[in-house]
């Protein structure tokens, strides 16, 4: 069983920055996939960003390359999510998963999930 626990949402105007956090809680933190996921009002939830601990392979979402940047603190098992030049279009609630094995990025490949932090970019 992993637990997840994501903060660092809020209000900011577009071009602004955040930085999410995630928790994991339980063993084996290496072994896991740690991924990003968004879902804005009426729409599906989607993929942002992900990591496989185990080999620090990284994945982005065309919408955010090269604005979101994922980093580990493996002594916290806690991952974050660097998010800079943001749009309106960022806008949603963001959530932490994860997965045991690769990377992946599919909603339905991630068994554990946060409760979500809210972001909101005015513009």
């Known amino acids: 069983q992993v637990q997840l626990v994501e903060s660092g949402g809020g209000l900011v105007q577009a071009g602004g920055s955040l930085r999410l956090s995630c928790v994991a809680s339980?063993?084996?933190?290496?072994?896991?996939?740690m991924g990003w996921f968004r879902q804005a009002p009426g729409k599906e939830r989607e993929f942002v960003a992900a990591?496989?601990?185990?080999?620090?392979?990284?994945y982005y979402a065309d919408s955010v390359k090269g604005r979101f940047t994922i980093s580990i603190d493996n002594a916290k098992n806690t991952i974050y999510l660097e998010m800079n030049s943001l749009k309106p279009e960022d806008t949603a609630v963001y959530y932490c998963?994860?997965?045991?094995?690769?990377?992946?990025?599919?909603?339905?490949?991630?068994?554990?999930w946060g409760q979500g932090t809210q972001v909101t970019v005015s513009s």
């Open positions: 998963a994860s997965r045991r094995g690769s990377l992946k990025a599919e909603v339905g490949e991630y068994a554990y």
């Open positions: 339980g063993r084996a933190f290496r072994m896991l996939t």
């Open positions: 990591v496989w601990l185990s080999n620090s392979n990284i």
